[in-house]
């Protein structure tokens, strides 16, 4: 079972960015899925989840009305839109999935699969 991040890198703040995860070894279209990401120097933290059907969407306070997630159940891919990216959202971003959609969504994370992170630095 893998998942394997795509999209992060160096931008300056006010940019976009968007991140894409593949999944592999599973049928990741029954799951929940999202993103977490670790800060330099901090826990890691529950960011955007989506339902299996993409009908229901969950994001952090700090992201709300910046960040959209989404998904391709047809090729096992969650997305995440990040716009008006801050310094503070600078971040290894790891992509997650789990059966449980209550479990994706909790703090502290602990979703059953991870894949390796992508990172995310925005510069001031």
């Known amino acids: 079972v893998t998942l394997v991040e795509s999209g992060g890198g160096l931008v300056q703040a006010g940019d976009s960015l968007r991140l894409s995860c593949v999944g592999s070894?599973?049928?990741?279209?029954?799951?929940?899925m999202g993103w977490i990401r670790q800060a330099p120097g901090k826990e890691r933290e529950f960011v955007a989840a989506?339902?299996?059907?993409?009908?229901?969407?969950k994001l952090a306070e700090s992201v709300k009305g910046r960040f959209t997630i989404s998904r391709d159940n047809s090729k096992y891919e969650v997305y995440l839109e990040m716009n008006s990216l801050q310094p503070e959202d600078t971040a290894v971003y790891y992509c997650?999935?789990?059966?449980?959609?209550?479990?994706?969504?909790?703090?502290?994370?602990?979703?059953?699969?991870w894949g390796q992170g992508t990172q995310v630095v925005v510069s001031s």
């Open positions: 989506i339902s299996w059907s993409g009908g229901t969407t």
């Open positions: 997650a999935s789990d059966s449980s959609y209550v479990i994706m969504t909790r703090e502290p994370p602990r979703p059953d699969y």
């Open positions: 070894g599973r049928e990741f279209d029954q799951d929940a």
